[in-house]
């Protein structure tokens, strides 16, 4: 009996480092999670094309401009430049390629929601876009 409870004690303990060591995996990982899932599943991604498709692209393009900007002065790298793939570019030039990357993931979440795949995960009532003119 003795021996019984030492190996359930032991499966728990491998167990919990099992956990530990999952989550230790996944912990950085996490912002990247959360933005791909906000953009897939929140996001009503009909009316926003509609809304970029009107212009509302320039918008998107100038915040992402903006972030580079801020985050390229406000946090600079150590080094002064970034190892991107084996290159070295400068503090800028590797701000823009992350926040461009982040946008791009952006647009393919938009397509994979609009193709129909996430339509079991998260079904969404079908909006029509506004086509009635509020203004007179």
Not at 22 to 41: E, G, K, Q
Request: aromatic share 10%.
């Amino acid at each position: 009996m003795e021996q019984l409870l030492h190996a359930i004690l032991q499966l728990v303990l491998g167990l919990w480092q099992l956990v530990i060591a999952l989550l230790a995996l996944v912990l950085p990982w996490t912002p990247l999670i959360a933005w791909i899932a906000f953009w897939t599943f929140a996001v009503d991604w009909t009316r926003l094309r509609d809304i970029l498709l009107r212009g509302g692209w320039v918008v998107v393009a100038l915040i992402a401009l903006m972030a580079v900007l801020v985050w390229g002065t406000l946090s600079p790298p150590p080094q002064g430049t970034h190892s991107l793939l084996g290159l070295t570019v400068g503090n800028y030039a590797g701000k823009f390629v992350y926040v461009a990357g982040l946008v791009c993931l952006m647009f393919i979440c938009g397509s994979v929601q609009l193709s129909g795949c996430c339509a079991r995960c998260c079904p969404q009532p079908a909006t029509e876009p506004e086509t009635v003119d509020h203004h007179g």
